[in-house]
């Protein structure tokens, strides 16, 4: 349940009701808006229901939540959560951010290059896996630390804030360390052991959509972070398995607008691995723009014939640069800016 403050609610009326609502045994997430405060309550909320919230002074409403997501919801918070990332990139306001990136890091000189000329087109984040969820245990799993070590190296050149996929409670402070959003990959969103301890961190987080799971869950997953204290999530979408063949998955364009309108975290929409080809990755960014996502995550490789992984789905670095002329040009159309 969340509990909405009067507008002229003191702070004495507001922790008094948090303190109540502490001494029943639950937790509280307080939000602060301009007009006025909302207490989510956090628990077994049955107790409250016979405790007479609403008279204690400075309660304008006591709200069921029926959904079972709270913190990610929009009747907790209207407005849109904006994430900032460092380095002056914020996701989830008006300008569109790119992040941009091989699939896997491979050598420093080649993410350091890449890392160049996706900046040099508009890209305000670099991506890149250092530990790689490969399906096969044969194919390459990345450098570890090493690949993480590079990613610092192209940030230290570039300025480009940095993201990359934690696979492992115990790297965790090792990519805290090295980059600034900590990528949380499609078969790891119900890991809920891996999403409470990144809710106990600060990081933002990037979390993809399971390729079998639904938006309800992946609020879900979302509330796990957000439960923890860490409100500074983005949800992903990079396509879900379908009967469909042509494609690696179906990439769920209807969920932008869907999430949109159930949640104020910011939505970010994965081409690439959606498709898994590289031809349709630019009319799915656009359409992906056009339907209001806040963010794409591409994967640009300058050969790629030769990547490590993922190569059919990756952009040459003058097609990024082309489809970032175009996206502008859609951005503006829907009142956007990139
Ligand atoms: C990736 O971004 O490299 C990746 C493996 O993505 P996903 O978890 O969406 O498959
Ligand atoms: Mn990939």
Known sequence: MIIVLRPDATKSQIDHVIERIHKLGLKTMVSRGVERTIIGVIGEEDIVRIQPLEVFPGVERVVPILKPYKLASRDFQKNDTVIDVGGGVKIGAKRVVVMAGPCSVETERLLIDIAKKVKASGASVLRGGAYKPRTSPYAFQGLGEKGLKYLAKAKEETGLALVTELMDLRDLDVVCRHVDIIQIGARNMQNFNLLKEVGRTKKPVLLKRGMANTVKELLMSAEYILAGGNFNVMLCERGIRTFEESTRFTLDIAAVPVIDALSHLPVIVDPSHATGRWGLVGPCSRAAVAAGADGLIIEVHPNPEEALSDGEQSLYP?????????????????????
């Open 318 to 338: 003058e097609n990024f640069d082309r489809l970032m002329g175009d996206l502008r040009a859609v951005a503006e159309a829907v009142g956007r800016e990139l």
